[in-house]
């Protein structure tokens, strides 16, 4: 079982930036590869990023391209988002998740979610 905890979101301006976290707990950490997903209201719930287990790998959404970075810290089981160049479509909930695969790059793929973060952009 891996526990997820987002944290880090917020309201911020266009053009601003923000750093979200997931911490997790549980199994070990880097033998999972981490995700973040988003779902906007009224909307479905869509890919952002994802990462291998040793953080070499990395793929990003379009709309994430330039703009959006997504790491980890192995050694202290927690995962991040950097986003920059924040736009008002930005706003969204959130989530990190685990997968047990290599690299996952669909919800249906991931086993382990958080609860989400609330992220606002204002024009």
């Known amino acids: 079982q891996v526990q997820l905890v987002e944290s880090g979101g917020g309201l911020v301006r266009a053009g601003g930036s923000l750093r979200l976290s997931c911490a997790a707990s549980?199994?070990?950490?880097?033998?999972?590869?981490m995700g973040w997903f988003r779902q906007a209201p009224g909307k479905e719930r869509e890919f952002v990023a994802a990462t291998t287990g040793s953080g070499g790998s990395t793929y990003y959404a379009d709309s994430a391209k330039g703009r959006f970075t997504i790491s980890r810290d192995n050694a202290n089981n927690t995962l991040y988002l950097q986003m920059n160049s924040l736009k008002p479509e930005d706003t969204a909930v959130y989530c990190c998740?685990?997968?047990?695969?290599?690299?996952?790059?669909?919800?249906?793929?991931?086993?382990?979610w958080g609860q989400g973060t609330q992220v606002t952009v204002s024009s």
């Open positions: 998740a685990a997968s047990r695969m290599v690299l996952a790059l669909w919800g249906y793929e991931y086993e382990y």
């Open positions: 549980g199994h070990t950490f880097s033998r999972y590869a």
